[in-house]
Structures are given as structure tokens and as C-alpha cells.
């Protein structure tokens, strides 16, 4: 039995809810481990789509137990709806999910906070989703944040809610210009939320760790991915969050010797939503004609996705962060019309050649692709089953990716729903 780590090798959006869906088939538990509802992670199950923002896919199968880690952040409102959604989809949760005692929680100020501030930036705002995450891993870090144990204690939730309000009314009201926030309503907020998820309330590091001691299986679900990694990414532009493996034990509490398998989910081409450097963007006609081949626009906003080739680069600063053991290539069948297709495989700035990502947001922003052409299978590839029956040219582009990272393709998607999967020998 083993615990598998499923991360975005890009800029998030890469289809680990696909993967994470198909994998906790054979998963006695799935813990999400960071984010909050900034994520959606898209299942398609017999055409049907749904989309989890808060809560692990893996809710999904129902033999599977979830859990929401302590590094994840946790909006009440998000996940009242999403519990409500699932019911009508007639998914039953019961005793199958846990949320970690030290998970800390969303409230109505984060979110006004990250849409003030956004707008305060004007064009140097970083395109957040307006979920409130940056506010709350704020409060977080800076150590007076509201966590899920401090809901089990009305008066010391009071008090709490009272002191957290003193501090970020002022900012509201004096920087922002917004109005106060009511410390009654936040509170009664969080009890009704602290009747509904009462006896879902654990220690989840305990848990998971008694579960890899009882044989489980068990996946840990990254939401966003390695390039919005608050340390690897592309910061500023980047969640304030650690998306990467290191992130993983962090946010469930287990010890980096518990990780067996660490799985990099990358797209056959790149996207990202939200303001940044995207090296190897493609110009706006291409953009759009790739955007609506592969339906490119966030589960969570709706806001279009900037496009581009296949980066090297970058998925190569997410294998050696990650310590990746294999990557799964998703949405290989946008690319099937294309008669030419180019891999990134280093970056050119002011004569100077990067083969490592690197750090200075200008070298970013100004860094030139220097890619290498393949040529297109110009064939339909999505009701393919085995990797036999790919054409070579298809082939020859995943072997090519496999040979640049140095990592295995263990899994090739080439459509949206659980049995467009090929599974590389
Ligand atoms: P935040 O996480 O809402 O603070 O947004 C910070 C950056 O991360 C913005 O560029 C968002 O567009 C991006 N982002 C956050 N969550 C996701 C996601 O799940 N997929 C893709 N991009 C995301």
C-alpha cells in the first residue's frame, strides 16, 4: 500500500481532478492538503461535469473517505453549497469526510480584502480569483488567523472574531474605503458552520498516519500547481500557498519519508489564468483558437486561459522541486488538428541562455522560447484505448517530453471523461 502525491506540474488547471478521480478508484482515502476554494477540480463522469472546489474528488467513489488538511483554507459558504451540491447529485458523505482541526477558515473579510486590494493595484493586481486566499494565509502566517478547532468554544470564538475585526475593519475602512465588518455576524456565521461539520472535526495528521500504519492506500491532492507555488512560482504572480510536494507534508502532517509516489500532472501544452509571466505564450489568434479547442476557461471564474506551447522549463523546475517519479500528460487531443507543434526547451535573455527557471521576474517576463518543432498526427486521438494504437508521430512527441524531463509518462489523457485514459507500458 503506498501514498501517492498528485501535483500540478504547471500553472495549475492541468486536469488532476481527472486524475485524482481515476486514481482514488483504487484509494481507501484522499486528502487535499492546501488551497481553498481558488480551486476546481472538473470530474466528467458519463458526460456529466462536476466541479469541487472545496472538497477532495475523491468523494466521488463511495468507498472513499476524504479529508481537508490543515494547510488548506477553508470558506464555510463554499463548502455548505458544495456539500448541499453533492447531495442533489446524490452523493452521499456521511461519516466519509474529516477536516483537520488546525485547517484555518475563509470568512467574509478575506474576501473583501482580496477584492479591495486587487482593485487598489490597478494594473499591477495579480489576477487573484477574489476567494479570499491571500487574506486568510495571511492571517495565518501572521498568527492570529481563525482555525476549525476555535469554532468548538463560543466564547473564546467571540473574542476572537472581535480581535480579528478590530485589526482588518481598520484596513477596510481607512485604506479601502469599505464598510466595517459586523463581529455578530461573522460569529453566528461560524456557529451554524460549527453545528454542520461538528463530527467531522479531527486530528487528520493522527488519522492519516494511523491509516499508512493500518496498510491504506492514500492520495494527497494538490490543488494550483508548481508555478504558483509561493516559493517556485512566478512569484508575485502566484497563490500563497505551497502546491508542491514539500507542501504536501505540511499540510496533512506527514513526514516526507511517508511520500512513496510523487505524480506530475502537466498538460501537452501549457495555461495559466491571471496576470505573469507565460514564456512561451502563444499570440492572440492562436490563443483563442486553442482556447476553444480545449474549452480553456477557469472551473472557478470562468475567466479565458492564456495559452501556450509545451514548456521543458518549466516542468522540468517541477520535477526537480517535486522530485517527481512520473508525469501523467492530459489533454493531448487539443493538439490532434495541428499540423506543426513546438516544445520549449530553454530560454534566451539578453544573450545569456536559461535552462533552469529563473528567479528575477524581469528575466520572466522578457525571457524568449527557444523551441524545437515536431511534426503534428493531424488525427483524432480520443477514442484511442492503448498506446500501441497511437500514431507515431504522437508517440515520438510524448517520448520526446519523456526524454527532455527525465521523468516516465505513466498515464495519457485524451479527453475529458474517466475512460479517455491510456495507460503507457
Ligand atoms: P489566488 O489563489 O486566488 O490568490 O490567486 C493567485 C493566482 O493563482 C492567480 O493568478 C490565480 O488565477 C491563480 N490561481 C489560483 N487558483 C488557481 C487554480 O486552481 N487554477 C489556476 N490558477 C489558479
Redesign the pocket.
Known amino acids: 500500500m503506498a501514498v501517492s502525491v498528485i501535483i500540478g506540474g504547471q ?3 492541468e486536469g488532476k481532478g481527472k486524475i485524482v478521480d481515476l486514481l482514488s478508484q483504487k484509494a481507501d482515502i484522499v486528502a487535499r492538503y492546501q488551497g481553498g476554494p ?3 477540480h472538473t470530474v466528467v463522469i458519463n458526460g456529466k461535469e462536476i466541479i469541487l472546489h472545496q472538497i477532495p474528488s475523491g468523494i466521488l467513489w463511495p468507498h472513499t473517505n476524504c479529508v481537508i488538511g490543515n494547510g488548506v483554507v477553508i470558506d464555510p459558504r463554499v463548502f455548505l453549497e458544495e456539500v448541499a451540491f453533492l447531495k442533489d447529485q446524490g452523493v452521499e458523505i456521511d461519516d466519509r469526510l474529516l477536516i483537520s482541526d488546525r485547517a484555518h477558515l475563509i470568512l467574509p473579510y478575506h474576501r473583501c480584502l482580496d477584492t479591495a486590494s486587487e482593485e487598489s493595484q490597478g494594473s499591477k493586481k ?4 477574489g ?1 479570499g ?2 487574506p486568510a494565509y495571511m492571517d495565518k502566517v501572521g498568527r492570529f488567523g481563525l482555525r476549525v478547532c476555535d469554532l468548538l468554544d463560543e466564547q473564546h470564538l467571540r473574542t476572537k472574531i472581535t480581535d480579528i475585526l478590530a485589526r482588518h475593519n481598520k484596513v477596510l475602512e481607512s485604506i479601502y474605503n469599505c464598510h466595517p465588518i459586523q463581529a455578530e455576524d461573522i460569529v453566528e456565521q461560524c456557529l451554524a458552520f460549527a453545528q454542520s461539520i461538528r463530527d467531522h472535526i479531527t486530528d487528520a495528521s493522527v488519522y492519516l498516519n494511523q491509516a499508512i500504519n493500518d496498510g491504506k492506500e492514500i492520495l494527497l491532492e494538490g ?2 500547481g508548481t508555478m ?1 507555488d509561493v516559493d517556485f512560482g512566478t512569484y508575485p ?4 500557498s505551497n502546491p508542491t510536494a514539500g507542501g504536501a507534508c505540511i499540510g496533512t502532517g506527514l513526514g516526507p519519508n511517508r511520500l512513496d509516489h510523487i505524480i506530475g500532472i502537466v498538460k501537452a501544452y501549457t495555461t495559466r ?4 509571466p507565460l514564456p512561451t505564450e502563444f499570440d492572440a489568434k492562436f490563443s483563442e483558437h486553442i482556447r476553444q479547442l480545449g474549452g480553456e476557461f477557469g472551473a ?1 471564474t470562468g475567466r479565458p486561459r492564456r495559452c501556450g506551447w509545451f514548456d521543458a522549463v518549466v516542468v522540468n523546475n517541477a520535477v526537480r522541486v517535486n522530485g517527481l517519479t512520473s508525469l501523467v500528460i492530459t489533454k493531448l487531443d487539443v493538439l490532434d488538428t495541428l499540423e506543426e507543434i513546438k516544445i520549449c526547451t530553454a530560454y534566451e535573455y539578453n544573450g545569456m541562455v536559461f535552462e533552469h527557471y529563473p528567479a528575477d521576474l524581469k528575466v520572466q517576463l522578457g525571457a524568449r522560447p527557444i523551441l524545437e518543432k515536431h511534426p503534428g498526427w493531424l488525427t483524432s486521438t480520443t477514442d484511442i484505448k492503448s498506446w500501441e494504437n497511437l500514431p507515431h508521430n504522437t508517440k515520438s512527441y510524448l517520448n520526446r517530453l519523456s526524454e527532455l524531463t527525465g521523468v516516465k509518462i505513466g498515464l495519457v489523457s485524451v479527453g475529458p471523461d474517466r475512460n479517455q485514459t491510456i495507460v503507457v507500458p
Open positions: 500553472w495549475g488547471d481558488n480551486a476546481g495579480i489576477g487573484t480569483t476567494r486566499i491571500g490543488a494550483q504558483l504572480f502566484v497563490t500563497s489564468v491571471g496576470m505573469g472557478t
